[in-house]
């Protein structure tokens, strides 16, 4: 059986995918900007450099498929999608899955003006491709939390919602697509929740056992109001199971 790379496959996201790709008896190969971890391994290895593109066509050499998890967090995600989209038309492989998020069609925080950019390269890629958008991670919401909860006052945006989703669930439902048929862009991937921020914060203070008193305040600017317009929800697309309180129930 071909194997199929994950990209990022070392991160929040990647892992599970590669775990759940493995537990389908697929084989796997993981791209990474770092050297091979020493010992046997359940996957390939793949050391790429995704901007001068060097091992990129090695590691997509007869795959039958990428998920492209890999991300370029400050800028360049459409590049970096480019890179990527172009070495596996040029190594002949059918199916490209990119991970996109909830609502980049709509909110303008730059990183989701890049998502919906990289989104296009994916389209018009000439590779046959599958695109699917999720609403923010646990993990995500969980470390912002946790880095507002430093000070003795934990300040948070005022008005914000959040349905934040299990990654380990995303995971699963790519690791469903990629050892699937090219499908466009499928139905959104929401956790099974819209929660007002506040209320996460205090969930995660309960779990964490700090004592900090919450203090929400409005914010400017155009992103501010998106997030405080639901821009980034997909209410309609609760497929996510696993609540933020068991999220937390499971890292303790
Ligand atoms: N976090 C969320 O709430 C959320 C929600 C919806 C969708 N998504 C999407 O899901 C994908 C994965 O997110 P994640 O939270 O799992 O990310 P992550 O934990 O940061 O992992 C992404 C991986 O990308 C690689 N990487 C980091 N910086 C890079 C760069 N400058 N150029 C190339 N590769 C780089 C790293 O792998 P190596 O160091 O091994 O190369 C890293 O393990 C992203 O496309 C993100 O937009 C995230």
């Known amino acids: 059986m071909s ?6 496959g070392t991160g929040t996201l990647g892992r599970h995918v590669v775990r759940y790709l493995l537990d389908r008896g697929q084989p796997v190969r ?13 996957h390939e290895w793949a050391t790429v450099d995704y901007r001068g593109g060097t091992g990129l066509a090695a590691a ?3 795959t039958s498929a990428v998920v492209h998890c890999a991300t370029n967090a400050v800028r360049g995600e459409a590049e970096l999608a480019r890179t990527v989209l172009a070495a ?14 909830a609502g980049v069609d709509r909110h303008p925080l ?3 003006r ?13 590779v046959g491709w599958t695109v699917l958008r999720a609403t923010q991670f646990h993990d995500l919401v969980y470390r912002i939390l946790s880095a507002l909860a430093r000070p003795p006052v934990l300040v948070l945006p005022q008005g914000v919602r959040v349905q934040p989703v299990d990654s380990g669930e995303v995971g699963a439902r790519l690791a469903e697509l990629a050892t699937g048929a090219p499908s466009g862009r499928v139905p959104d991937f929401g956790g099974p929740e819209v929660r007002e921020l506040s209320d996460l914060a205090r969930a995660y203070l309960d779990t964490a056992g700090r004592a900090r008193k ?7 600017g155009r992103s501010y109001r998106a997030y405080r317009d639901g821009l980034h929800l997909a209410p ?3 497929e996510g199971r696993v609540t933020f309180e068991e999220f937390l129930a499971q890292r303790r």
């Open 214 to 220: 919450i203090v929400s305040v409005p914010l400017a």
């Open 236 to 238: 309609g697309h609760a």
């Open 3 to 8: 194997p199929i790379l994950v990209t990022g």
């Open 88 to 101: 596996a038309k040029d190594a002949g492989c059918p199916h490209v899955v990119y991970i996109s998020i």
């Open 110 to 112: 730059p990183y989701y």
């Open 114 to 126: 890049g998502k919906l950019a990289a989104e296009r390269v994916v389209a018009d890629s000439g």
């Open 30 to 42: 993981v791209a990474s900007r770092r050297r091979a971890p020493a010992g046997p391994q359940p």
């Open 60 to 62: 997509v050499e007869g």
